[in-house]
């Protein structure tokens, strides 16, 4: 078990830095992981937070302040009128058929391969982070018939993937787990309502972690980046996959946090780190792959 203490110096931040580099913390990831990130093209940020998606979803136009107030409630809005399939259809466009810059952080742990990641994101820079290195992806699915379960399982051999039953997982293999969904192999997506709806009920009631994750993650910590705990539906998602945690069970870097966030993580036994990726990535000796990311006012200690 990693303890840390209530140092909040910058080598408090190494020893995070440390930590993860060594496999002790599960890193999980929210939208700002993909903070600096741009279409190579045009130069356009990736939407990956609530309001960029939206206005991403929209043709960059806000919609009604009751439906700017989190994506999967736009996106119930959309499907009702447009159907589950333009959702998806963008969600294909924007993280499937788009090319984009690479993530500091990801590119970080491209150099780690951490033994398990959750990312909360939909798009595919923690899978290209794994290209050519065998591993079990693991995705939230919803609303579907056959099976209680939600979520799929797919076996990439380091060319390929191959969806697999829960009994032919090789668990000696690296867990990626991303329960939003990704573009590849196929596309499959938690985002409206009725997605979330559906899924968490089942996330609660243990039917969308598979057994061998359960197992696992016993007694784990994590490192929560980019991952803001404002709404009540992340912060239900998060709950529910950091089960039977350590203690502490973890640290989140969020700058500037509300009393909200704080109240919540002190709930979930998870320590407040006011600081950010960058931050994170200078103490761990990346200053040059992230001087891009941090404002020429921002001291890193470097």
């Known amino acids: 078990m990693f303890f840390l203490g209530r140092n909040r110096s910058p080598k408090m931040l190494q020893r995070l830095a440390a930590a993860l580099t060594r496999g002790d913390l599960i890193p999980y990831l929210g939208p700002g992981a993909l903070a600096g990130v741009v279409d190579t093209a045009s130069g356009e940020p990736i939407p990956a937070d609530s309001d ?88 939230g699915i919803a609303r579907i018939a056959g099976t209680d379960y939600r979520f799929r399982l797919d076996h990439y051999d380091g060319a390929h993937y191959r969806q697999v039953e829960l009994e032919e997982v090789d668990q000696r293999l690296p867990v990626l787990f991303k329960p939003m969904g990704s573009p590849r192999p196929d596309a499959t997506y938690i985002a409206s309502d009725a997605d979330f709806v559906d899924y968490l009920t089942e996330l609660m009631g243990g039917f969308g972690i598979p057994a061998f994750l359960k197992t696992y993650r016993q007694e784990r910590q994590y490192l929560f980046l980019g991952l803001r705990l404002l709404r009540d539906t992340e912060r239900m998602v998060m709950s529910d996959l950091i089960y039977g945690a350590g ?56």
């Open 52 to 139: 960029s998606l939206i206005l991403a979803m929209n043709g960059g136009k806000p919609m009604s302040p009751r439906l700017m107030w989190e994506f999967p409630r736009a996106a119930m809005d959309v499907e009702l009128k447009r159907g589950r399939s333009a959702v998806n259809r963008f969600l294909d466009t924007t993280y499937g058929q788009r090319t984009w810059t690479r993530a500091p952080l990801h590119d970080w742990l491209k150099a780690l391969h951490p033994r398990y990641v959750i990312d909360v994101n939909r798009d595919t820079q923690l899978q290209d982070s794994y290209a050519g290195v065998p591993h079990t992806l693991v995705r």
């Open 247 to 302: 203690t502490p069970a973890g640290w989140a870097l969020i700058p500037d946090p509300t009393d909200k966030e704080r109240r919540f993580c002190e709930s979930k036994g998870v320590e407040v780190i006011e600081a950010d990726i960058p931050d994170l990535l200078a103490a761990g000796g990346l200053c040059d792959a992230v001087g891009e990311l941090i404002p020429a006012t921002h001291e890193i200690g470097c």
